[in-house]
Nanobody
Framework: QVQLVESGGGLVQAGTSMRLSCTAS????????MGWFRQAPGQEREFVAA????????YYADSVKGRFAVSRGDATNTDFLQMNSLKPEDTAIYYC??????????????????WGQGTQVTVSS
């Protein structure tokens, strides 16, 4: 059973940076996709970014392209979402998710079998 735990959220001012972490346990697949999604109050959850492993192809929503970056830590069970030039509209609960063996389409929630509990990111203006 794969378990994902996000951390690193909090309150920051617009224009600053934040890095979210996603620590995985039980992730023994030889290939997988890790995705980041977010849900703002009153809105549906939306795709933010993703990468395939081990191929390490990356994908980004247009709203974060050039500001956010996904990466995989030196430790094999931790991944990161680096968020730069944060804006108030980035305020949301951020979730990491795992799709074994590149299942499905990268920006679709249904493709991901495992989800973390989410971490709140609040960007003040």
């Amino acid at each position: 059973q794969v378990q994902l735990v996000e951390s690193g959220g909090g309150l920051v001012q617009a224009g600053t940076s934040m890095r979210l972490s996603c620590t995985a346990s039980g992730r023994t697949f030889s290939s997988y996709r890790m995705g980041w999604f977010r849900q703002a109050p009153g809105q549906e959850r939306e795709f933010v970014a993703a990468f395939n492993w081990p191929a390490f192809s990356t994908y980004y929503a247009d709203s974060v392209k050039g500001r956010f970056a996904v990466s995989r830590g030196d430790a094999t069970n931790t991944d990161f979402l680096q968020m730069n030039s944060l804006k108030p509209e980035d305020t949301a609960i951020y979730y990491c998710a795992c799709a074994p063996y590149y299942a499905g389409i990268y920006d679709q929630e249904e493709a991901y079998a495992y989800w973390g509990q989410g971490t709140q990111v609040t960007v003040s203006s």
